[in-house]
């Protein structure tokens, strides 16, 4: 015990978490090479940027990867669109939900299935469809959404892309997401050239970092 006593405490090594690569290389690096499975990206948009070209990259990076993906969204998504740009549609698990129980019924199939990665899309029209009129509802019916889909993510060991439009007035102030281990990336300025964004942890893994790059995916309006 003496002994025990007398010798120099050391750092446990780091935990090597497995990530998903997001494909865009400026994305990744500051990630450290990918969204880390476990955790989630928050995409956020101010129309008429569209998310399309963003999920077309994450996804084509995934299959190159050999990563199983999953899709859940209030609309059928426009996947004539997505095969068009080289995604393998039969690898994507594809589901579509009406309300946030629905949501969160259907999320029971990835994790049975083991996807590695996951995207929502339209939370936000999830979320009004059962609380039309009311701001606040609407917020905190997305923020509950959001913590079940985070709490499940966590025990199935996926990494999440959340996609949510925001207006206007949000285009130079920062949004940050709700849950500590959520990522948000801000879409500042997107071109058919290039986008510049500003990435968020919300833990202190990182300062806020802002950069631009030219998308791998040639985009256009």
């Not at 309300?99 to 995207?119: I, Q, R, T």
Request: with cysteine; hydrophobic share 40%; proline share 7%.
């Amino acid at each position: 015990m003496k002994d025990l006593r007398n010798t120099p405490l050391r750092d446990p090594p780091p935990i090597e978490q497995e990530v998903v690569r997001t494909g865009i290389a400026p994305l990744d690096d500051v990630l450290g090479g990918g969204i880390p499975k476990g955790d989630g990206l928050c995409l956020y948009f101010v129309p008429p940027v569209d998310d399309w070209t963003f999920i077309v990259i994450m996804m084509k990076a995934a299959q190159e990867d050999g990563k199983s993906v999953f899709w859940l969204g209030p609309w059928e998504p426009d996947t004539p669109k997505w095969k068009a740009h080289g995604v393998d549609l039969a690898k994507v698990m594809i589901a579509t939900c009406s309300n946030p129980s629905d949501l969160m019924e259907k999320s029971k199939a990835v994790h049975a299935c083991g996807a590695d990665l996951l995207f929502v899309e339209g939370i936000s029209t999830i979320a009004n469809i059962e609380t039309i009129g009311d701001p606040f509802r609407v917020w905190q019916a997305q923020q509950n959404a959001i913590y079940n889909l985070t709490h499940r993510r966590r025990l199935s060991n996926t990494a999440v892309v959340f996609s949510r439009a925001v207006s206007e007035k949000y285009r130079n102030f920062p949004v940050r997401y709700a849950s500590e281990d959520d990522y948000a990336l801000f879409i500042r300025d997107h071109r058919p050239s290039r986008f510049h964004a500003e990435l968020i942890a919300t833990q202190s893994h990182f300062i806020s970092s802002e950069f631009s790059c030219k998308l791998p995916l040639h985009i256009g309006y």
